[in-house]
């Protein structure tokens, strides 16, 4: 096996897709939600992106666990700080969904989503005080560094080492 499965580089892909989505959402939403201009739609999508980002994981790990990986580039100590990125990745495609949904359980963002009034949507000064939603964001923070690691570390493979890494993520 010298690639990962079809259904393991989809998932992949479309987590990148949806993570970008929910970011742009997420940030939007926090400067919306302070005007008092934001929508419930907004909002909405946000929650169904992110929701299927951590579905998208389960899944990924189920296939994972069915058609195996293929077999580590090498031994160096920067083949094992890149495993060691990938696993904080798959932790932070779990927890971070999970401190959203509990940003929306902890504040009145799921009362404002379930009497579908958008005035109730809490503000940057309500969710200051809300711990979920500082997790959340230093999460997303989180995210960022890793995922900027894991592009580094891909670029170097593609362009100075020139090992061809990322057909082991392109569709075959
Ligand atoms: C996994 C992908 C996700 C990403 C990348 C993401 C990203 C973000 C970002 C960048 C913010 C703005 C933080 C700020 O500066 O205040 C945010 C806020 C928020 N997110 Fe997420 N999020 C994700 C998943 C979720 C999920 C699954 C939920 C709930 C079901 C959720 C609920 C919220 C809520 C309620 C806010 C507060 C909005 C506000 O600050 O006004 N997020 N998210
Ligand atoms: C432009 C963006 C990206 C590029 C070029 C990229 C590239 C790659 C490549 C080439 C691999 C295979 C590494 C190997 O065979 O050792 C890989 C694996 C992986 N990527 Fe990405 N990736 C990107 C974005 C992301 C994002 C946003 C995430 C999640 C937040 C992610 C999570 C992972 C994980 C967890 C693996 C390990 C797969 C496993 O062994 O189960 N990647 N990526």
């Known amino acids: 096996m010298t690639q990962y499965s079809n259904r393991m580089i989809f998932t992949h892909w479309l987590t990148l897709a949806l993570l970008v989505a929910a970011w742009f959402l997420g940030d939007s939403l926090s400067e919306l939600t302070d005007t008092g201009s934001a929508t419930l739609a907004a909002y909405q999508l946000h929650l169904v992106a992110g929701g299927v980002v951590l579905l998208l994981t389960l899944l990924r790990l189920f296939f994972r666990s069915k058609d195996g990986v293929p077999k580590a580039v090498g031994n160096t100590p920067m083949d094992k700080v890149a495993k060691g990125v990938h696993h904080l990745l798959y932790t932070l495609l779990f927890v971070l969904p999970l401190s959203g949904i509990a940003t929306v359980f902890s504040s009145d963002a799921g009362r404002a989503l379930l009497s579908g009034d958008a005035k ?37 493979h593609q362009f100075i080492m020139k090992d061809g890494l990322i057909k082991r993520m392109t569709p075959h």
């Open 120 to 156: 109730l949507l809490p503000g940057k000064d309500v969710y200051e005080h809300v711990f979920a939603h500082s997790v959340h964001e230093t999460l997303v923070t989180v995210l960022l560094v890793l995922v900027a690691i894991h592009v580094l570390g891909a670029l170097k």
